[in-house]
């Protein structure tokens, strides 16, 4: 069976993201959406920032949008409480977290188990947490990336879905290497969200099985080149 005829078969996902800040995950998923890359129905944005411009990327393109605010909320459990009163509401199976800066609570990793993704700067489980780009220079690695895992409580552990490498250059700062492995972040994040969406994925203890894994020993490289 070819992958066109197992997403034909397939109905579109429903999608809830959750976003912080700029949303140029959200828009890569979008985009992938429009251009038929993507069999996804994306039911709602959530925002704990109500100037977050995501959420004008989610308006433009006539997605409902809600805004969250974390700090009206007593505990993190009510705060996440509200995120799934909010994501039920849209219906929504698979949620998508795109540079949401918030810890999850049991309260939302109990109501979508193996349903809520993240995207982390790094290749777990190196370099968790934050500012893993300023870290990866730091340590002098070769080779740097990003993760699509599932959220599991902890930070940035949980069974990894999709990851990309990029090479670190000599003469890289922080920014420069954030924006390289940022243009990979919008490759794997909705490929991630297909392979779910095809039924493609499936979590035993803390790795993901993927039906129809597609690597091949040529995909190995060498930071520098050897001559
Ligand atoms: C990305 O680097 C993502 O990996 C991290 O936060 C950033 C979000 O960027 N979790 P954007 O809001 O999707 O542009």
């Not at 730091?138 to 069974?159: I, Q, S």
Request: include cysteine; proline fraction near 7%; aromatic fraction near 4%.
């Amino acid at each position: 069976m070819t992958m066109e005829n197992q997403t034909a078969r397939r109905p579109p996902v429903k999608l809830g993201v959750l976003i912080s800040g700029t949303g140029t995950n959200l828009q890569s998923i979008i985009d992938a959406v429009e251009r038929g890359e993507l069999s996804a129905d994306i039911r709602v944005v959530i925002s704990n920032r109500r100037a977050a411009p995501g959420l004008e990327r989610a308006r433009r393109h006539a997605i409902p949008t809600r805004f969250i605010d974390h700090r009206a909320a007593a505990t993190r459990e009510e705060f996440d409480g509200e995120l799934v009163a909010t994501l039920r509401e849209r219906e929504v199976e698979l949620v998508a977290c795109a540079g949401f800066m918030r810890l999850l609570t049991p309260v939302m990793l109990d109501a979508f188990p193996d349903r809520v993704m993240n995207i982390h700067p790094g290749l777990l489980p190196a370099f968790p947490g934050l500012n893993a780009q300023r870290a990866a220079i730091e340590h002098g690695v070769r080779f740097a990336g990003c993760t699509v895992f599932f959220v599991r409580p902890g930070v940035d552990d949980g069974p990894i879905i999709v990851q990309a490498v990029v090479p670190v250059m000599p003469d890289d700062d922080e920014e420069r290497l954030s924006a390289r492995i940022l243009a990979q972040e919008h490759r794997i994040y909705p490929h991630a969200i297909s392979l779910f969406q095809q039924g493609r994925l499936e979590i035993e203890g803390r790795r993901v099985r993927i039906c129809e894994f597609g690597a091949a020993d040529e995909d190995a490289m060498i930071n520098p080149r050897p001559r």
